[in-house]
């Protein structure tokens, strides 16, 4: 994929606020994929987490935006074990969703989860997938 | 004024013999203004001593129709109190302000439908698992419901917990309005009482057995014999009736055995 | 002797089959599992943001409650719910600025800093009773049925929570050799199962029990060993996708480890509640004559 890089499309006050909630150096990242070789959702994801870390630092909330990654991750922290580095990826994802929930828009509302799987599902289903699409 | 004048206009002379007994008058915020009222007037009445006339917001007036929470600070207190308007007295500098609705999600079913089973709330109700446990609904409650453990109780699939810590539930909405998560716990709440009602107590066996000798015509003849005594003679038998002790055990049976 | 115990809401309503089989075989360990008075939902997951508190509250009021009762540990079934406590009590033991606000938000009368220890029923079997002990303790040997271990993520990440080594864990394999059964391992074992992804894109359920199911069978098992509940239902839905979806797939069935601790005491099926199990359990179980 091609993304271009300018100066105005950094977008600072993005990068400063992913810093900020998940508490990482986004700079340790040396782009080796060990993140997205071990992710069982790779697959089903358009930019994978190895490209999300670059994006993210670059600044280009736009590609971020667009893309359906951190809606697809399911925070099992595979990434984050297998990282050479110590890097936490699993919180830059839950980062850049809740820079979307906290404006109170959601990613999923209860009310479309069909009535069936509502009485089938576990309850740590409905909660865990509340608490991470929803704000 | 003569005798006569006075028995026409008993007001009159009962109003001048009173002593006039002056109220201490406090002051208490009503959304913002500021306005003295008699101490010891509840929230309510204060409100219409100072010219409101509350037409929402107000109901049965003895603390059991949820119409009138109210929610109100101390000033430099950042705690916030809840209370209900038709019983809580006014306090020196109260800020009030009414809640009298709060808009609430309440699902739409049909009760013929369903049944005990704990996945009937989740279907209904799936913002239940929006709780995150904050407690504000507990501390917004001014009939002291322990409103996280019902929800807590829910969310676990016992209705009939819910049903019970859920008992004194007046559905004022004050949980709702201060709820992290966006539930209405008294629909919630509401439901899990209806199902409990319904289909989780026990029926009262003896109470239908009763009401099928009653409707066979078990105590026809007793009623005809009672209707044809004369009210003295029928008072009499009221006042000497055998009643059954406070403290009696099963086995009690009373003396005349005839309508058992 | 008495042990504070979370179960968690799953485990009450879906997943009896889970809670009954441990509480009646820790019985007969000699252990009672006392549920903590007052429990609450504990969030199923940990917040990951570092400014977050209000989702932390919920953990944290079920730790305070365990140290009101005077305990210094808890027992917990639920691999999800493991996870989250023992995160939660990691914050409450190093971020001091944190743990002031939450205990002051909350006024539960006491403070909290890290005092109780939270522990999954596998590390208990493992540390408090030992596999010597275990085995000691089996009428049923389990006839070296083939049972693959799968751990999924929550009992093995992040590393400061993980109830056994991240790459290679061990423990249940000792587990299913104690109680006389084969363990399978394979390579997929501690791959996701998709988790709350089962409630926005539940059409990619079978794609992540794909690789899982396929790398299990194609080592010989005949049956999966699970923790938790969430990964129960994404493998039970899973397999039944497969088998429409992928030529040849076999339907296996997904026991959880206290049905077989269960079983292998001795203390029969009922207990068990096989009927909530997928895969037809009953039939592997007659085959193996384990059904006495």
């Known amino acids: 994929m091609s993304v271009t890089i300018s100066p105005k499309r950094l977008r600072r006050e993005f990068v400063k606020k992913v810093k900020e909630l998940s508490g990482q150096n986004l700079q340790l990242c040396y782009q080796c994929g060990m993140c997205t070789g071990n992710c069982p959702a790779a697959a089903n994801m358009d930019i994978s987490p190895r490209e999300i870390i670059e994006l993210a630092r670059l600044g280009l909330e736009e590609e971020i935006a667009g893309s359906k990654t951190v809606w697809t991750c399911a925070s099992c922290l595979a990434c984050t074990v297998n990282c050479p580095r110590g890097f936490d990826l699993s919180k830059v994802m839950e980062a850049i969703r809740l820079l979307t929930l906290r404006k109170n828009i959601d990613h999923v509302r209860p009310e479309d989860i069909p009535p069936q799987q509502r009485c089938e599902l576990p309850q740590i289903a409905m909660v865990s997938g509340l608490r991470k699409f929803t704000g | ?260 | 002797m008495s042990l504070a115990y979370y179960p968690g809401c799953t485990l009450k309503t879906r997943a009896r089959n889970l809670e009954e089989p441990a509480v009646a075989s820790m019985e007969a360990l000699g252990f009672k599992l006392d549920e903590v008075p007052r429990w609450n939902c504990c969030g199923a997951v940990y917040s990951l943001a570092d400014d977050d508190l209000i989702h932390r509250v919920a953990p944290v009021r079920n730790l305070i409650r365990v140290k009101k009762q005077g305990k210094t540990e808890l027992v917990t079934l639920c691999a999800f719910c493991l996870n989250t406590l023992k995160r939660a009590n990691l914050l409450m033991k190093e971020d001091v600025e944190k743990r002031d606000t939450l205990n002051d938000f909350m006024d539960e009368g006491i403070d909290y800093s890290g005092e109780v220890k939270v522990v999954h029923l596998l590390e208990v079997l493992r540390d408090d009773i030992g596999w010597e002990a275990l085995l000691q303790k089996v009428k049923l040997p389990l006839r070296e049925l083939k049972a693959a271990p799968y751990y999924g993520c929550t009992l093995l990440r992040p590393r400061e929570v993980a109830i056994d080594d991240v790459e290679d864990p061990t423990i249940l394999r000792e587990f299913l050799k104690a109680l006389g059964a084969s363990p399978v391992d394979f390579p997929e074992s501690t791959r996701c199962c998709g988790s709350y992804q089962v409630i926005s894109s539940p059409d990619d359920i079978a794609e992540y029990a794909r690789p899982i199911l396929n790398s299990a069978l194609s080592h010989g098992a005949e049956a999966l060993v699970l923790t938790c509940p969430l990964c129960d239902y994404n493998l039970g839905r899973g397999q039944r996708e497969l088998i429409k979806k992928q030529s040849g797939f076999r339907e296996m069935p997904l026991f959880y480890f206290t049905q077989l601790l269960a079983l292998a005491l001795g203390l029969g099926p009922q207990v068990c509640h096989f009927e909530l199990n997928h895969g037809s359990p009953e039939s592997l179980l007659k085959e193996k004559n384990l059904l006495s």
């Open chain 2, 1 to 260: 004024m003569s005798a006569k004048e006075k028995n026409k206009n008993p007001a009159k002379t009962a109003v001048k013999e009173e002593k006039q007994i002056e109220a201490k008058l406090i002051p208490i915020y009503i959304m913002g203004k500021r306005y003295e009222v008699p101490e010891g007037l509840t929230i309510m009445k204060a409100m219409e001593y100072a010219g409101y006339i509350l037409i929402r917001g107000c109901g049965c007036r003895g603390g059991t129709c949820g119409a009138c929470g109210t929610v109100y600070r101390k000033p430099g207190d950042y705690k916030l109190q809840v209370a209900l308007a038709c019983q809580k007295t006014v306090e020196p500098d109260m800020y009030i302000a009414q809640i009298p609705f709060f808009p609430a999600n309440r699902a739409l079913y049909d009760f013929v439908g369903l049944t005990a089973a704990p996945e009937e709330v989740f279907k209904l109700y799936p913002e239940l698992f929006r709780c995150v446990a904050c407690n504000s609904c507990t501390k917004a409650c001014p009939q002291g419901i322990e409103v996280m453990d019902a929800i807590s109780a829910l969310k676990q699939g016992n209705i009939a917990e819910a049903a019970q810590l859920s008992f004194d539930c007046i559905q004022c909405g004050l949980c709702t309005s201060r709820c992290f998560g966006e539930l209405a716990q008294y629909h919630m709440f509401q439901l899990a009482r209806r199902i409990y009602g319904a289909r989780i107590v026990p029926r009262a066996e003896h109470l239908a057995e009763m009401v099928k000798a009653v409707n066979e015509g078990k105590y026809d003849r007793f009623l005809d014999e009672l209707k044809q005594v004369k009210e003295d003679e029928l008072k009499k038998l009221y006042q000497e009736r055998e009643a059954e002790p406070m403290a009696a055990g099963e086995d009690w049976k009373p003396k005349d055995t005839r309508y058992l």
